[in-house]
């Protein structure tokens, strides 16, 4: 709006992002902020600094930032009654009245450790033999990754006749595949920590092993101790 008093156009809300270009699994911070202009705050202009570099750098240190890629939003931010009120589920208000994003979702960059949080190693383990089972893959990793925003580090496969396959069968006692084993860092994502009692078991070493394979609706599974193909209708 224009004030009256002054002459000058008010509301138009800067917003900076800090980025991390070598984190290509933590989220946009672009794509929040896009959720804000969908909810009516009008964003006049978009600056974006690498995390590294002596722009982000310097904010970094204003604000004592310690967790990105983030966001931040200018004073005017504070005009948008509605947007604001959510804000403390996102970060906080500086004196100044500059907006900092600070609750973020993994993974993101914690610049007090020097590394990436929230990356998990993934294993599919697979059985080579039975043709008709479900595409462990296809099926797990969308629930993962779009279901609960887990960030991936590194996955492969492995068989049950292996010798590798044959030790994690017997290492957690699994009899039912295919499936897939989480590496411990996957304790912090709250939800699926939350959700996995009901689906899953966590081995003495940290990794988490999906045992409900009934929980995935029609797929069709190798039961492993009467060796029997197991078709799900429902």
Known sequence: FIDTETGKETGRVIATLITDSSCSQCPDPKTIVESFKKAGVKVGKLKEFPWN?????KIINQYKITKIPTFIFSSEFDLYDNAKSSWPNFGTV???KT?????????????TKGQVIGLVDLIYLTDSSCSDCYKVQDVQKPILTKGYGVGIRFQRSVDITSFEGKSLLKQYGITKVPTILLSPEVSQYSNLNNDWKSVGIIGANGWYVFTGLNQLGKITYKDLSNNQIIRLTQ
Do not use: G, K, M, V
Request: glycine residues 0%; without cysteine.
């Open 53 to 57: 570099s002596f722009d982000a750098r």
């Open 99 to 111: 907006y900092i994003a600070r609750n973020l979702p993994l993974p993101y960059r914690d610049l």
């Open 94 to 96: 500086e004196q100044d």
